[in-house]
DNA sequence: TCAGTAACGCACTAGTTAGTTACTTCTTGC
DNA sequence: GCAAGAAGTAACTAACTAGTGCGTTACTGA
């Protein structure tokens, strides 16, 4: 790896450890867990592969650990939304366009999910970590869904997780399955406009599911 | 594979052509294109390996006719709802119901759409057959919409393709992601009730979507 | 009936892949 | 300043995997 004449690169536990995360969450996202390549990954990383069984014990656990990080990344992004300032409308419309954006600029977390979700989860144990996350992002929704009630602007009885589930559905699906709906559908799902309108369509879908 | 004192087996060309293909499509649909084994489709479909190169050329065609004719089984089961003699309401939510229930029926087309999707869609070619279905399926939908806008039932001006995306998407989203949906939100997505109260969301969803 | 062809099967190969062994080099606490 | 352990490296291996060469067996049509 290293090439004759360089300095032996600093000795840094975290950045190697870092930098072999960072590569297998773009290797496992390209080509999921039993498409992507140990060896390609050290590689990516200027790691030795040694290396990922020193910090990660092998490629599932590695893999495990990718997703962890995908996750826990998402929620803290959706923590800093800080949506409990605005008034429930404006929140809502802006968690519905946040999620949109989140999967546009992160578009190897739903690769991710989708390959967690192939091996039916096994990758994913039960973790205080995410579940407490996943809690307060309910929560949050559900606070949400609740000032709106008080208000008079939503419906009261909404299933808070159903509703994130719709959030996340009406963008992810589209998102994820934009290849075999580019050529299905004979419409470019990427263009620019294509997907302002999807936006939109969304927001509204979410606006007509609430509103009373 | 033939074992002594057995009788050859009747030599048919179709039936082994065809026990190839539904071997492949629940490996494919289980594991991937990448963790499905081509010895074990073989194994599966008892026949040998060598026949699937000799009907299908390789792994990847293989995984090519198996995405298209998963396609073309859900398009035409589609055209059998006969939605065109239905007043504009039942007809959507019949194909709501239509939807939800065939993704629950057949959980590989999931697992194989989103492979398919994976490798970017270069496995499923543009395919006169499959583009044609799609139209008249579009095509379908727009007519309820038509039919619902006449009756002064559903606003106008809503998008065919974007209504079908999201029903879809809606289903198929808490269904794909069931195993981590499950761990994250700490609730069973697949028992019995939490099944029907999917359905009713949605349909409630789609609804408030197109009502006027 | 028999030649030609399509279906089928066995055994092999060349290349790949996750994981390991055995080592050297650097850093740090005392 | 030095022992001990942590970080890092290269070469290796055993098992696997897609794909093939080549021969055999059963239909089929002339």
Same mark, same amino acid.
């Given at each position: 790896?290293?090439?004759?004449?360089?300095?032996?690169?600093? *000795?840094?536990?975290?950045? /190697?450890?870092? %930098?072999? =995360?960072?590569?297998?969450?773009?290797?496992?996202?390209?080509?999921?867990?039993?498409?992507?390549?140990?060896? +390609?990954?050290?590689?990516?990383?200027?790691?030795?592969?040694?290396?990922?069984?020193?910090?990660?014990?092998?490629?599932?656990?590695?893999?495990?650990?990718?997703?962890? +990080?995908?996750? @826990?990344?998402?929620?803290?992004?959706?923590?800093?939304?800080?949506?409990?300032?605005?008034?429930?409308?404006?929140?809502?419309?802006?968690?519905?366009?946040?999620?949109?954006?989140?999967? @546009?600029?992160?578009?190897?977390?739903?690769? =991710?999910?989708?390959?967690?979700? =192939?091996? *039916?989860?096994?990758?994913?144990?039960?973790?205080?970590?995410?579940?407490?996350?996943?809690?307060?992002?309910?929560?949050?929704?559900?606070?949400? @869904?609740? %000032?709106?009630?008080?208000?008079?602007?939503?419906?009261?009885?909404?299933?808070?997780?159903?509703?994130?589930? /719709?959030?996340?559905?009406?963008?992810?699906?589209?998102?994820?399955?934009?290849?075999?709906?580019?050529?299905?559908?004979?419409?470019?799902?990427?263009?620019?406009?294509?997907?302002?309108?999807?936006?939109?369509?969304?927001?509204?879908?979410?606006?007509?599911?609430? =509103?009373?």
């Amino acid at each position: 790896m290293r090439v004759v004449g360089e300095q032996p690169r600093a *000795r840094d536990a975290n950045a /190697t450890r870092a %930098r072999i =995360l960072a590569a297998a969450k773009s290797e496992f996202a390209r080509l999921g867990l039993a498409g992507a390549r140990v060896d +390609e990954i050290a590689r990516q990383a200027c790691a030795n592969k040694r290396m990922i069984y020193h910090y990660f014990g092998g490629k599932e656990d590695l893999f495990r650990a990718v997703l962890v +990080e995908a996750y @826990l990344d998402i929620r803290n992004a959706e923590q800093e939304l800080e949506l409990d300032h605005l008034p429930p409308r404006e929140a809502l419309e802006r968690l519905v366009r946040f999620t949109w954006a989140y999967y @546009l600029d992160n578009p190897e977390f739903i690769t =991710l999910v989708n390959s967690a979700n =192939l091996h *039916r989860g096994k990758h994913l144990e039960k973790s205080e970590r995410l579940q407490t996350a996943s809690r307060r992002f309910v929560s949050m929704v559900q606070e949400i @869904l609740d %000032r709106g009630v008080v208000d008079g602007v939503f419906r009261p009885g909404i299933d808070p997780v159903q509703l994130n589930i /719709t959030i996340a559905a009406i963008g992810y699906y589209y998102l994820t399955n934009r290849f075999t709906g580019t050529i299905l559908f004979e419409r470019d799902f990427m263009e620019n406009k294509a997907l302002e309108d999807r936006l939109a369509f969304n927001i509204d879908t979410v606006m007509r599911l609430v =509103l009373v």
